[in-house]
Nanobody, 121 residues
Framework: QVRLVESGGGLVQAGGSLRLSCAAS????????AGWYRQAPGKQRELVAT????????NYADSVKGRFAVSRDNAKNTVYLQMNNLKPEDTAVYYC??????????????WGQGTQVTVSS
């Protein structure tokens, strides 16, 4: 089973930056697509950013375009979310998701446990 562990969350003032990391482990595998989601209190989980395929094509929610950047380091099996110019409305628990295939050709779709990001005004 491929396991994801997020890190990098915390408390930051509005206008500040954070970089979230999502480290994947659990044998030999390849990640075909990964995404960052967030869930604020009382709201549904929403997609923030995705990174897909060998070309690392990226896509972002309109609310974070120009401020957030998703990237990946295949050698480290890690996906990142660089968050700049943070706003109080970015406050949420951020979750990482990854889909791919193990070396034994078994597909996986894994979620991390989440990391809290709090932006103060």
């Amino acid at each position: 089973q491929v396991r994801l562990v997020e890190s990098g969350g915390g408390l930051v003032q509005a206008g500040g930056s954070l970089r979230l990391s999502c480290a994947a482990s659990g044998g030999d595998f390849s990640i075909d697509a990964a995404g960052w989601y967030r869930q604020a209190p009382g709201k549904q989980r929403e997609l923030v950013a995705t990174i897909v395929g060998s070309s690392s094509s990226t896509n972002y929610a309109d609310s974070v375009k120009g401020r957030f950047a998703v990237s990946r380091d295949n050698a480290k099996n890690t996906v990142y979310l660089q968050m700049n110019n943070l706003k109080p409305e970015d406050t949420a628990v951020y979750y990482c998701n990854a889909m791919g295939v193990t070396v034994t050709a078994r597909p996986f779709n894994s979620w991390g446990q989440g990391t809290q990001v709090t932006v103060s005004s």
